[in-house]
Every structure is written in C-alpha cells, then in structure tokens.
C-alpha cells in the first residue's frame, strides 16, 4: 500500500484453503488473484492437473467470489497437451520474466534479490517472488527496496490483467 503496488498471486489452492482471511484481504486490497494448482504438483497427468486447477478455482471462489482465469504452472513447467486443455477450458497461461526469477523461495540474502531485480528489469516485466514455501522475510525485506528504487525511475506495478491491457491497447490493430 505504501508505494501504492498491485500484485498478481497466483495461489496453491490448500493454502487458501488454510489462510481464508488472507485470500479475501489479496482481493479486497485490489491484487489479483490468479491459479497456482491446489497442491503445487510437480508431475501430474493433465486430467490430474484440470482437477488441480478446478479445486483451487473453486476454493479461491468460495472465499471470494471471484473465478481466476489467469494460470501459471508448477516451476514454468508445461506440455502442448496441458496448455490445450488449459486453454480450452477458458484459463490463460502465464509465466514470468525468465531473467526475473528472484528465486527467492532459497533464501539467497536481501541483497542478491534486491540485485537481481534491480539489474535486468524492464518495461513491461513480470517479477517472479514467492510467499509461500518457508520464511518470507528476505522478500519483505527485499520488495522495502526495491519497490522504491522502481518507483524513483517511474515504474508503475500492476497486476498481470492491468499489464496485458495496456500491451493490447499499444499494439497496432
């Protein structure tokens, strides 16, 4: 709120099932909610995987209302046949930045996310950090700096929807 950001979470659905309040404060305080399966597979069968999807749609739904239709795949993984029937049941598929990957979820200090961030980004870039898998606080820690130091060269921060409008507003028809 202070450096007035927006966020994507893209949510494990047992998390949400855990931590209602803090799903229904994401919405409420404006970020977007978007599908992370419900638990966080690292290899499933596509039939698996629409039941993963469908489970932390339903959980994010009864929380809040609200239906997803942004998805992102465990660890950016993926098959032609997972993403057609992703796609086919109305979800978009959205990965991150591949040299803004925080990897943060090992704790690697404050400074080398701060660094890692602050070197490569771009207009239009999608930052990769993680709040769940363990102790946050180095993000915490890491977003106090980097947020500002963004927002000082004229970054704004959006979710992933805000950012896919304004691209489609600027391409040529």
């Known amino acids: 709120a202070q450096y007035n950001a927006k966020g994507t979470f893209f949510v494990v659905g047992e998390h949400a099932d855990k931590n209602p309040e803090l799903i229904l404060r994401m919405y409420e305080e404006g970020h977007e909610l978007a599908n992370h399966t419900y638990t966080h597979p690292f ?4 039939p698996q995987l629409m039941e993963e999807i469908k489970q932390t749609n339903d959980t994010i739904y009864s929380i809040t209302g609200f239906a997803p239709t942004l998805f992102r795949p465990v660890e950016g993984q993926y098959t032609d046949a997972m993403i057609e029937a992703i796609t086919k049941e109305g979800y978009m598929v959205v990965m991150w930045s591949w040299h803004q ?3 943060d979820w090992k704790d690697p200090g404050v400074k080398k996310i701060v660094d890692k961030v602050l070197k490569g980004t771009k207009q239009g870039d999608v930052v ?7 102790n946050r ?5 890491a977003l106090a700096k980097i947020l500002p130091a963004l927002q000082k060269e004229g970054y704004k921060f959006v979710t992933i929807s805000e950012l896919l ?6 391409q040529k028809p």
Do not use: S
Request: charged letters at 30%.
């Open 101 to 103: 990957d925080t990897e």
């Open 165 to 170: 409008e304004v691209k489609a507003r600027n």
């Open 43 to 46: 290899k499933v069968t596509v």
């Open 128 to 134: 990769l950090f993680h709040d769940g898998g363990g």
């Open 137 to 141: 606080q180095q993000t915490v820690d």
